[in-house]
T-cell receptor, first 114, second 111 residues
């Protein structure tokens, strides 16, 4: 069983640029969520996708956007990067039904904005 | 508005002793609470959860206690092992299964 995989693992961008992060969900999981973890803090919910539709969004501006594809993989796009966007971005997948909220996380993509 | 709080950023415990990690919450709509463990350079790993209608859940060395009247939960690890050294996050989960995490507690188990 393949777990959640994310790419790239590390990247450096400059302020104002755009970035795309990618995620392949665990086999059999049709729900994907993205979280931002700033240094010294817990992960913060960005948004969730189910059946290619956004299914909930946290307190993040519209320049954070996402996609989910028919194979349940997902992208997180961030436009007009700001210094505060520097963080670890975590993708998590889960089966839609009958769960307790347990999410299966990837190792994350560490973004540095200079 | 921090809906989930972990007030102790760090905790050190001797190997073989009990580790107790604490978490407070304000959101009464959470119907599950979860604990995750995170090692450096890895994603968080699910440890144990508890339904809001229960007051205790046990899985091997790990036990989670929930006190709804105090809006408090705790994770007990007995006996603690050096491999348990990691950052522990508690999280609340509502009906949409979107987790709200605390800021984490770094547990160090000393050999």
């Amino acid at each position: 069983e393949t777990g959640v995989t994310q790419s790239p693992t590390h990247l450096i961008k400059t302020r104002g640029q755009q970035v795309t992060l990618r995620c392949s969900s665990q086999s059999g999981h049709n729900t994907v969520s993205w979280y931002q973890q700033a240094l010294g803090q817990g992960p913060q919910f960005i948004f969730q996708y189910y059946r290619e539709e956004e299914n909930g969004r946290g307190n993040f501006p519209p320049r954070f956007s996402g996609l989910q594809f028919p194979n349940y993989s997902s992208e997180l796009n961030v436009n007009a990067l700001e210094l505060d966007d520097s963080a670890l971005y975590l993708c998590a997948s889960s089966p839609r039904t009958g769960d307790t909220g347990e999410l299966f996380f990837g190792e994350g993509s560490r973004l540095t904005v200079l | 508005d921090q809906q989930v709080k972990q007030n102790s950023p760090s905790l050190s415990v001797q190997e073989g002793r009990i580790s107790i990690l604490n978490c407070d919450y304000t959101n009464s709509m959470f119907d599950y609470f979860l604990w995750y463990k995170k090692y450096p350079a890895e994603g968080p790993t699910f440890l144990i959860s508890i339904s809001s209608i229960k007051d205790k859940n046990e899985d091997g060395r790990f036990t989670v206690f929930l006190n709804k009247s105090a809006k408090h939960l705790s994770l007990h690890i007995v006996p603690s092992q050096p491999g348990d050294s990691a950052v522990y996050f508690c999280a609340g989960s509502g009906s949409a299964r979107q987790l709200t995490f605390g800021s984490g507690t770094q547990l160090t188990v000393l050999p």
